[in-house]
């Protein structure tokens, strides 16, 4: 007997066609490869170029990645019902730790990018990449974009391990592409196994103060409160030359002091004479191919945005519906370079759209109970302990 | 106009910064405005009240104070009274909980508060509730009288709407000051009640206190905890822990942590005739106060083997959630909230395994397992497992785990399973078995979470029976 109700329509109806029923116009990896990488490379695309390649993502992911067709079916979302890439399910991202979505099989990725593992007991989520092109095309285009300016490369200090220390961190990766693809030949990784190498940081910053070369400063938020920390215990600051700028992400995350953003960005540019102009925010996830950024954080929270080939609904989970601009709701990200797995990742951060873009508001998460009753994280906590 | 909040005797309210809380959850745009205190206000309240107590409650015998509190009550029953419409106005802006169930909940609440009620509440603690006012031969020998203590801090929490009136009235009936301190999510209910008391017996408005500030805030917390001879406080562990790691060891500290409950459904209660009957009850249980009470029920194990089998138990109970919602419209959710309600779902269908349904728009979910050991907290908010078990019997055991968390079963069995199950489910922590449909409307005088509201509260001073053998020898009249 069917689990059914009259009104019920979480679980909408299911659809008995079989996934391949409309037409066959599912594609092979390499062809969905070649999609995305054009899409990538394109200039002025439109709605429906974007919605063209959501869907045939979504009939690649529908058909090859069962987990996600599960889901998808759950839903009543299937190729033949989802006619807009606003209709793709976003999959929760807690989804990316129980499940082994891939649409390839997952012994043979080039790749896999875990989450630091922070909830769920320790259960870090999952993103299996075949290849690497489509994720360092994403980057690379972006990077270029909306990081460099007008530089072609520029002098670089990565405070955060390299892949070798770190091979299923996306950071690290994104990063050490940054390096070497953004970088002058002595750029350098300034942390290894044993933490951050302050000796080479401050060689570094004195050098370009002294030959007057522009240069970046890339890594995890907490990372660089870590070397604030050390600048202002031995009590030294830097200027920078003009062109210079600094990428921070990721937020403290427990693993520093926590800084107001505007307190961050201001010892920023008083220790390293960095405007906060050139203070670029990067907003990225494991659970997807991209990322996105700001253009400086002036004033905070500032309004971010991703390429064209990655867009955002400020949605309620519930519905999954989109809420208007100006109001806070949950960030829903389709990403289509993300093609192994899914495009569309339902986040558990809380955001507002606005300007094309949105601002990031924390997380929505850790609410406590407003009666006696107790929470799901209280329980599991108080259970434990018992 | 905005509300006041509080209720500070021996303040001038014209000396106090007042802050304005803003309550726009159910699109009402309501604005509150408290008065921020601090430590040294906290002393001078302390000793104003402690000085009032001691010259006019502390002597008033304890029908008196009886009779007082159920004319409060009768005001508050009566839905043309000015305070009454205050609250059936105020509280679902406050609270964001249906107008209507509101209502009816109130009403069936106060209820518990009437004379006839509040003598259960004294018979219940004090075999004879005149040790309260005079001394009273105890059954060992001598005699005893019982001392409330002279100010008893009660800090808050949560939106449960009237929840301060337990503790309030527990502390009244044992002659004690009172200082409150309400949480910011709902201010108004203790206020409103201090102000009707001291309508009804002016010389109480000097005897409690009802004070705010930010959760947490040290400087008038401590302060308060300081002055206090007794501290209740209600919250999640963690804000528990802090209190009490800052209360003198010589103060007695009663602590009502967040709690669990959950419901049982035997086979005799899931035939054709009866189930409907029993998910409505459930489906009640489920709705009140959107499962925010400690007493709310947060997993349904239902028992195979009666004709109808647990998965169609569970779609009527989805029915008659549907229902409910049409009727008494869950509150609007906010984004962490709504939030928390999709990761329940989610979790429910990944983790699991379960079957969820729900409506479109989330007002309600219900999820169904077997073969599963089924504890878990729901999302609150009309979000409720159903778990199939081939006999109740085997769910004690299961809850004995959670043992420290564990409050009200709701409970749909024969008359011969009631007191054995019972026994077990006691046994595994659960401190009140009740019908399903009224889970969260605990009877007068109930122990709450297994306590005594009363006698927790005083002191009893004893004179010890061989004292009288003594007196007797010396007075004027010995031989």
Redesign the interface.
């Known amino acids: 007997?069917e689990?059914?109700?009259?009104?019920?329509?979480?679980?909408a109806p299911r659809d008995p066609s079989p996934s391949l029923s409309v037409k066959d116009e599912s594609m092979d990896q390499e062809d969905i490869i070649a999609t995305v990488l054009d899409f990538i490379e394109m200039e002025g695309t439109d709605d429906a170029a974007f919605n063209n390649v959501a869907l045939k993502l979504f009939a690649y992911q529908f058909k090859n990645n069962e987990p996600f067709m599960k889901f998808a079916r759950?839903r009543g979302k299937t190729p033949r019902t989802v006619k807009s890439w606003k209709d793709i399910p976003a999959v929760?991202i807690?989804?990316f730790k129980?499940?082994n979505l891939s649409c390839s099989p997952i012994e043979e990725a080039e790749a896999i990018f875990m989450t630091s593992g922070t909830t769920l007991g320790g259960v870090r989520g999952k993103s299996y990449h075949p290849v690497l092109d489509i994720y360092d095309a994403s980057m690379r285009r972006n990077f270029r974009d909306r990081f460099m300016g007008r530089y072609e490369r520029i002098k670089m200090g990565i405070v955060f391990p390299p892949p070798s220390l770190m091979p299923n961190s996306s950071l690290a990766h994104y990063l050490d592409l940054a390096v070497r693809d953004f970088g002058i030949n002595n750029s350098r990784h300034l942390m290894s196994a044993s933490g951050i190498e302050f000796t080479h940081l401050f060689e570094d910053l004195a050098e370009a103060e002294q030959t007057n070369q522009p240069y970046a400063l890339l890594g995890a938020s907490f990372s660089l409160v870590h070397v604030l920390d050390e600048m202002a215990r031995i009590g030294h600051t830097v200027v920078l030359p003009s062109g210079s700028r600094i990428l921070d992400t990721g937020g403290f995350k427990g693993q520093s002091r926590e800084l107001q953003q505007d307190e961050f960005y201001n010892c920023l540019e008083t220790a390293f004479g960095v405007p906060r102009s050139h203070c670029i925010n990067m907003y990225g996830m494991t659970e997807l191919s991209s990322q996105f950024y700001d253009d400086g954080n002036i004033s905070c929270p500032s309004v971010k945005s991703g390429p064209h080939w990655l867009r955002t609904r400020v949605v309620?989970?519930?519905?999954g519906e989109s809420i208007p601009d100006s109001q806070?709701?949950?960030l829903a990200h389709t990403d289509l370079a993300h093609f192994n797995i899914c495009t569309t990742i339902?986040t558990?951060d809380?955001g507002v759209a606005i300007d094309n873009g949105f601002q990031l508001i924390g997380r929505?998460?850790?609410?406590?109970?407003?009666?006696?009753?107790?929470?799901?994280d209280?329980?599991l906590?108080?259970?434990s302990g018992? | 106009m905005n509300e006041r909040a509080c209720h500070l005797p021996g303040l001038d309210p014209t000396t106090l910064d007042w802050e304005t809380l803003l309550f726009d959850k159910s699109g009402w745009d309501l604005k509150i405005d408290v008065p921020v205190i601090t430590g040294p206000d906290v002393q001078s309240l302390a000793e104003h009240i402690r000085r009032h107590t001691r010259q006019t409650l502390a002597t008033y015998p304890v029908r008196r104070i009886v009779e007082i509190i159920d004319k409060a009550i009768a005001r508050l029953l009566d839905r043309d009274d000015p305070y009454r419409r205050r609250m059936e106005e105020v509280l679902p802006a406050i609270?964001g909980y249906d107008r209507e169930m509101l209502r009816l909940g109130l009403t069936q609440y106060l209820k518990s508060f009437r004379k006839p009620e509040l003598q259960r509440f004294l018979a219940e603690d004090f075999p004879n509730p005149a040790i309260l006012d005079q001394f009273q031969p105890l059954a060992k020998g001598g005699h005893g009288l019982a001392f409330g203590p002279e100010i008893c801090a009660h800090i808050w929490?949560?939106?449960?709407p009237g929840?301060p009136l337990w503790s309030l009235v527990s502390g009244l009936l044992v002659k004690s000051g009172t200082i409150g301190k309400v949480p910011s999510?709902e201010p108004m209910f203790a206020t409103w009640f201090a102000k009707l008391l001291s309508e009804i017996e002016p010389e109480l408005a000097d005897c409690i206190a009802i004070a705010w500030w930010k959760g947490g805030e040290e400087d008038a917390e401590n302060e308060l905890l300081a002055e206090a001879d007794i501290a209740l406080a209600?919250?999640?562990?963690?804000a528990l822990s802090a209190i009490q790691s800052r209360i003198p060891i010589t103060t007695r500290f009663l602590a009502?942590g967040?709690?669990?409950?959950f419901s049982l459904i035997g086979r005799e209660a899931m035939d054709a005739e009866k189930c409907a009957v029993t998910a409505r009850l459930v489906a009640y249980d489920v709705a009140r106060?959107d499962?925010?009470?400690?007493f709310?029920p947060?997993v349904i194990f239902a028992e195979t083997g009666g004709t109808v089998a647990p998965?169609q138990f569970?779609?009527f109970l989805?029915?008659e959630l549907?229902t409910l919602e049409r009727k008494f419209p869950r509150q609007p959710?906010?984004?962490?909230?709504?939030?928390?309600?999709?990761?329940?779902?989610?979790?429910e269908?990944?983790?699991a395994g379960a079957?969820?349904?729900?409506?479109?728009?989330?007002a309600w979910?219900v999820s169904?397992l077997e073969n599963e050991d089924g504890f878990?907290?729901?999302?609150?908010n009309r979000t409720i497992r159903v778990v199939a078990v081939d006999d109740l019997a085997s769910v004690p055991i299961r809850a004995a785990?959670?043992?420290?968390?564990l409050q009200t079963v709701g409970i749909a069995v024969s008359p011969q399973r009631l007191l054995s199950l019972s026994q077990d489910l006691g046994a595994a922590g659960v401190t009140r078995i009740a019908a399903v449909g009224d889970m969260t409307a605990p009877e007068a005088g109930w122990h709450h979470d297994g306590r005594f509201n009363l006698s927790d509260l005083v002191r009893i001073v004893e004179i010890d029976g061989r004292a009288f053998a003594a007196a007797d020898r010396l007075a004027p009249y010995a031989d």
């Open positions: 007997m689990f059914s109700h009259p009104l019920n329509s979480f679980s759950k929760p807690n989804a129980t499940m309620n989970p519930l519905t806070t709701g949950i339902l558990e809380a929505a998460a850790g609410i406590e109970a407003q009666g006696c009753s107790m929470a799901v209280e329980f906590k108080a259970a018992t | 609270t929490a949560g939106n449960v929840l999510a209600y919250g999640g562990n963690e009502h967040h709690k669990v409950s106060y499962q925010h009470g400690c709310s947060h998965r569970a779609q989805a029915h549907a959710l906010s984004i962490p909230e709504a939030s928390s309600v999709a990761d329940w779902r989610n979790a269908e990944l983790v079957e969820v349904v729900g409506d479109t728009d989330g979910s169904y878990r907290p729901s999302a609150l785990r959670y043992k420290r968390l």
